[in-house]
């Protein structure tokens, strides 16, 4: 039975089977999501925000996954190399570091544009 990821904020959907890691989905949508460990739960690089409005988008973690992320699962956070879709699911992606930080630089670089 095939559920519809939406990646935030680039508000981007893909089908995909039931079962299918949040990883796997974001890579066929073409969205890319840091990872170190080879998708092991090693480097906690890889986590996403569930924010499914009915928060039965993902299934429950997994042991592996309860010991890595402790208490910040009841925040809706998530390691997309784990958590695998289970209905309609809606899952933000933090900005990339390096992207965060040009786009600040040539934000900064726009303000002392205007000053002169």
Do not use: N, Y
């Amino acid at each position: 039975m095939k559920v519809t990821v939406t990646f935030l904020p680039d508000d981007r959907s893909i089908e995909v089977a039931k079962g299918t890691t949040v990883m796997d989905a974001a890579r066929r949508a073409g969205i890319a999501i840091r990872s170190r460990c080879g998708f092991k739960a090693g480097c906690l690089m890889c986590k996403v925000t569930d924010r499914s409005p009915s928060g039965e988008g993902l299934a429950p973690a997994a042991e592996l996954e309860r010991r890595k992320l402790a208490g910040q699962l009841t925040e809706g956070i998530r390691l997309s190399c784990q958590a695998r879709v289970a209905g309609d699911a809606r899952i933000e992606v933090p900005e990339d570091p390096l992207k965060a930080a040009i786009r600040r630089r040539l934000a900064e670089a726009q303000q002392e544009d205007e000053l002169w």
